[in-house]
């Protein structure tokens, strides 16, 4: 479409070093949120309606100016087209603020910095298509920042929420989950943003647990470069982030069985996630995260267009 | 151990370094502040105990390998305090003593001789002297040598002269050649005077005590200091029960009696010697051959144990008298040479005897003849019965040819005609006995045989017809050296030297003539003469053959005697046994009279001859080269070449000393050798002495050269253990 940059340039958009340079969080959300809606653009199939979302079954009290008789003639039923106004999704974005997200390798963003700007572009994303989204931050707690609501201001308010987390604290996941599931009256997809690492016992259990109260969760498994890849070398003291542990090891005889040990626990997770129908991303901090939530928003326009 | 370079194991030190360096970077670690510290912990705890082992192992390859280099320049070296000192000291002289014994010829299990390996073990003590070190060789036999002359430093000299060594046949002393290897350590190579910085005696032996008996003298100085003595057991290997052996210890040869003229009686004792100290009374077969010169003579088999002696007896009956060179093998075992024994075997002839009855009568006993008959009919066996004559048939009796022996048994006179052929009879080789009786006509027998008589006779002299005089004389005086009275030992003489006699010829004091008086009465005169005439002789018994003057005839003695006399008239005596000749001891020969050339052959073929200046003035020659055991054969002549003198063969043997190879301990040996001992005997059992220990020929360029190897090991295992894995 006119205007629309080719599949090839979005990468010169997000270029970390440019976005790094874009400043604030809710320009780079924007522009990271932009190359969503671009890449969401692409995905969907060539003549489709902007306005027309999806299907649905026809019941008592729908519109019937609005049956689709060639889905009738197609399917001997009745359905109705549904707009954008009739599906719009309640979110939650909850972000792990624990003392563990303030890590950064080198140059690099924070963790903490990389989970706002992609919840960030999320809010961006969701508002735009009028779904409600709310923010969360857990640390040692569960603290509702910004209920899920779909209004005018609300992603100002979010992003403003964003910009001045601070991480602090250890982490329990699974504390903040059960407040969570306690609190979700209606149904809604929580997207939940963390490293995941010194979690707790039972984090990933709750978050399975919370998939299956029928929530759709989204888990986006954020590690910065240096967790993912030790590239340590010398005798190193690594001191914990979050408590007082610390350990002197040579790091080149320890990066084998570290990356095991990484490795089994990513498997755990995303084992975990999968098993609960917990949609799983494993997200390198300080990378470039279109592809991760487009393939997230995509999915979830298809789940509601297959709601219709 | 000690070390020939001590001061390089300052470099142990370094052994520090991989210390210090492991504690320096334990406390410079960077700190990082990391997220992932429980996954951090999991995997630490995960390897933990890898690691653990892996930390040790690799400081324990560090200091290694730091320590490692230091003692590998520190050139360890094992060995004997004396000798380290002595090659720590600069450049050494070592006089490699080989024992050259018989009992080194010994080879156990089928394998290399002692002497084979005291000849390796030389070889490599020289190939591993040093390019400032010198050597020399002493072959230890019974007259030691030196290879070379003087110490040498040139090892392609050394081991030349090295090959040319040989074990001998003698039974040896090993310290006169450590003596002399000392001597020989006093002078340089150069000539010049002064004892060398470290001087040793290294015996190569297998320590049989028998030649280990006294201390030898080690000082290589003014000053009296002392050669360091190394001493090795060349067969220090073997088990103990391997080291047995068993021998021939001697051989004795004598007629026999009751089998005829040709026979003899060959025994044979066989000792058996082990070093082991269990129960060895248990005797086993060995196989035992009597070799004669046309061949195997008898074949059997003797009980041998293996710490023992037994005594074998082998018969054999010789069908033609003479000398018979004879040998008498065993089963061979580790040592050969031991189980081989030459001897001669005199075999007598059968003599025929004419005895002509001065006085025969019809009634027996009162013959003349009656005891002589009766005792030569006691050994008819081992000699034909003798002829029995009157005088009257003598003179129609053949005499030359047909007899070897005529007695004139109390002859009173002959016929004139028999008298010449009486002496021509002895004057040819036989043999004339002659015998007094009461009637004899002295001056008859004067007249007709005075030329062989051993003395004139004067007349007959009947004790206790003169006043005053003893009315019997017994006998004195016996010649023991003669073969006639050898036989005769201190009981035997009893039965003789008592024996009563009143009646006997006088005789003139003639002594121009060769008479040898073989029995005395105790008045002196003469009882029994006997004299040479010719090329046989004659012999003279002063009283009655039988007991008319005398009761010699039925004493005892007389038997023996009658019958030794006419054999030895007969020239039918046995030799009596020879002096033994042991490998390496010199042999006086006597030549037959007016010998001016001779020759002694050996075993081998390998003849000496001998000049007339090299004979003495009796006719005999010395003859020293008895280095190899054999039979050994003698010629003689008075001109023109030499021929066989069969009474002069003699035979060379091994000394049965070295059959004993029993080791001492090296202790032991050690002690006699430097005089330390209170016995310089050995084996004694003795208190515990400084251990010298066994003489570890240990290449001293090869321990550094293993521990480098084992730096280079050391540093690839580290390699090993510290080995990076690519990033995942």
Same mark, same amino acid.
């Given at each position: 479409m006119p205007g629309e940059e080719p599949l090839e340039d979005r990468a010169r958009v997000l270029d970390p070093k440019v976005l790094a340079e874009a400043g604030a969080l809710s320009l780079k959300a924007r522009i990271v949120a932009d190359s969503v809606l671009h890449g969401m653009h692409r995905s969907r199939h060539h /003549?489709?309606? =902007?306005?027309?979302?999806d299907h649905k079954e026809y019941s008592p /009290?729908?519109? =019937?100016?609005?049956?689709d008789w060639r889905a009738y003639a197609r399917f001997d039923r009745d359905y109705v087209k549904r707009f954008e106004d009739e599906s719009h999704l309640r979110g939650l974005l909850l972000v792990d603020t624990s003392a563990s997200m303030g890590y950064r390798s080198g140059q690099r963003s924070t963790k903490l910095d990389y989970a706002a700007l992609c919840a960030g572009a999320l809010a961006h994303v969701l508002t735009r298509q009028g779904d409600a989204v709310g923010l969360a931050t857990f640390a040692d707690q569960l603290d509702i920042r910004v209920p899920a609501r779909a209004r005018r201001g609300q992603l100002q308010e979010i992003v403003e929420h964003l910009e001045r987390l601070e991480p602090r604290g250890t982490t329990s996941l699974r504390l903040a989950l059960d407040t969570l599931a306690e609190s979700m009256s209606r149904r809604m997809i929580t997207v939940i943003m963390s490293?995941?690492?010194?979690?707790?016992?039972?984090a990933v259990e709750a978050i399975a647990k919370l998939g299956a109260r029928r929530h759709d969760v989204v888990l986006f498994h954020l590690l910065d470069p240096d967790e993912l890849d030790f590239p340590f070398e010398e005798s190193t003291v690594f001191v914990s982030m979050e408590d007082d542990r610390e350990v002197q090891i040579d790091a080149r005889a320890i990066r084998k069985a570290y990356l095991e040990e990484l490795e089994r626990f990513v498997a755990r997770v995303r084992s975990a996630a999968q098993g609960s129908r917990v949609e799983y991303h494993l997200l390198r901090s300080g990378s470039d995260p279109t592809e991760a939530l487009t393939q997230f928003l995509v999915r979830r326009a298809s789940m509601r267009a297959s709601a219709r | 151990m000690s070390f020939q370079s001590p001061w390089m194991l300052a470099g142990l030190a370094a052994a520090l370094l991989p210390i210090i360096i492991h504690l320096i970077h334990r406390r410079r670690p960077r700190r990082q502040p990391f997220a992932a510290i429980e996954l951090l912990l999991r995997s630490i705890e995960r390897v933990e105990r890898r690691w653990r082992l892996r930390r040790i192992l690799l400081l324990a390859m560090r200091i290694l390998a730091m320590c490692a280099l230091p003692l590998a320049a520190a050139r360890p070296w094992f060995g004997t305090p004396a000798a380290v000192a002595a090659m720590s000291q600069g450049p050494r002289r070592v006089a490699i003593v080989i024992?050259?014994?018989?009992?080194?010829?010994a080879h156990y299990g089928g394998r290399a001789t002692a002497f084979d390996r005291a000849v390796a073990a030389a070889r490599g003590v020289v190939e591993k002297l040093g390019p400032e070190d010198q050597a020399l060789f002493v072959l230890?036999?019974?007259?030691p040598r030196l290879f070379p002359a003087r110490p040498s430093a040139s090892k392609g000299a050394l081991l030349a002269e090295l090959e040319k060594l040989k074990p001998s046949f003698d039974y040896v002393d090993l310290a006169p050649a450590i003596t002399m290897g000392a001597e020989a350590l006093k002078k340089p190579e150069d000539g010049g005077e002064g004892a060398p910085s470290a001087a040793t005696v290294v015996v190569l032996s297998d320590?049989?005590?028998?030649?280990?008996r006294r201390a030898a003298e080690l000082s290589i100085d003014e000053a009296g200091t002392q050669a360091t003595l190394e001493l090795v057991?060349?067969?220090?290997?073997?088990?103990s029960a391997e080291r047995q052996n068993h021998g021939i210890s001697d051989v004795t040869v004598l007629p026999a009696t009751?089998?005829?003229?040709g026979a003899v009686d060959v025994t044979v004792k066989i000792r058996g010697f082990t070093?082991?100290?269990?129960?060895?009374?248990a005797a086993k077969p060995v196989d035992i051959t009597l070799r004669g010169a046309e061949g195997d003579l008898y074949a059997g088999s003797v009980d041998v144990s293996a710490s023992g002696v037994v005594d074998k007896t082998l018969g054999h009956s010789f069908t033609a008298a003479g000398y018979a060179p004879i040998q008498v093998a065993l089963e061979?075992?580790?040592?050969?040479?031991?189980d081989v024994r030459y001897a001669v075997a005199d075999v007598r002839r059968a003599i025929r005897t004419l005895v002509v009855d001065g006085s025969p009568s019809g009634v027996p006993k009162e013959s003349e003849t009656f005891y002589l008959v009766a005792a030569l009919a006691a050994g008819a066996s081992d000699q034909p019965a003798p002829r029995v004559i009157t005088a009257d048939d003598l003179a129609r009796e053949d005499l030359a040819g047909v007899y070897d022996v005529i007695v004139l048994?109390?002859?009173?006179a002959f016929a004139p005609a028999d008298g010449p052929r009486l002496l021509s009879f002895v004057e040819n080789g036989g043999g004339l006995l002659i015998s007094a009786t009461e009637g004899l006509d002295v001056d008859f027998y004067n007249s007709e045989l005075g030329r062989l008589l051993p003395r004139g006779f004067r007349g007959l002299k009947i004790l206790?017809?003169?006043?005053?005089?003893?009315a019997v004389q017994n006998l004195k005086?016996?010649?023991?050296?003669h073969p006639v009275l050898s036989v005769f030992d201190e009981a035997a003489q009893g039965g003789l030297l008592s024996a009563r006699t009143h009646g006997y010829l006088l005789l003139e004091?003639?002594?121009?003539?060769a008479a040898t008086v073989l029995l005395s009465f105790?008045?002196?005169?003469?009882?029994l003469l006997e004299a040479p005439y010719g090329r046989g002789r004659a012999m003279v018994?002063?009283?009655?053959?039988?007991?008319?003057?005398?009761?010699l005839p039925i004493r005892p003695a007389f038997l023996p005697l009658i019958r030794r006399i006419l054999l030895h008239l007969g020239d039918a005596l046995a030799r009596p046994p020879e002096p033994e000749v042991v490998v390496g001891e010199p042999r006086t020969i006597q030549l037959p009279a007016g010998s001016q050339v001779a020759e002694v052959v050996g075993p081998t073929g390998n003849s000496r001859r001998y000049a007339p200046?090299?004979?003495?003035?009796?006719g005999l020659i010395v003859f020293e080269d008895t280095s190899i055991p054999g039979h050994y054969q003698v010629r003689a002549a008075a001109h023109g070449t030499p021929e066989p003198v069969a009474a002069a063969a003699f035979t060379v043997n091994v000394s049965?000393?070295?059959?004993?190879?029993r080791p001492l301990e090296i202790e032991e040996a050690q002690a006699v050798l430097l005089g330390?001992?209170?016995?310089?005997?050995?084996p004694t059992t003795l208190a515990a002495l400084a251990r010298i220990g066994k003489?570890?020929?240990?290449?001293?360029e090869l321990l550094p050269a293993l521990l480098l190897v084992l730096l280079a090991l050391s540093f690839a295992f580290e390699s090993a253990l510290t080995a990076r894995r690519p990033g995942a």
């Open positions: /003549g489709s309606s =902007v306005e027309f979302a /009290g729908d519109n =019937v100016r609005h049956l490293d995941l690492l010194d979690a707790g016992e039972g | 024992d050259g014994s018989l009992s080194m010829r230890a036999t019974d007259k320590l049989a005590g028998h030649g280990i057991d060349v067969l220090a290997d073997l088990k009751g089998r005829g003229p070093a082991d100290k269990g129960d060895h009374s061979p075992d580790a040592l050969v040479e031991d048994a109390g002859v009173p206790g017809d003169v006043a005053g005089s003893s005086e016996p010649l023991l050296e004091p003639d002594r121009k003539k105790e008045d002196g005169q003469p009882a018994l002063t009283t009655s053959i039988d007991r008319d003057l005398s009761d200046d090299e004979m003495s003035r009796d049965p000393k070295e059959s004993d190879v330390t001992s209170p016995s310089a005997r050995a003489q570890s020929i240990m290449d001293p």
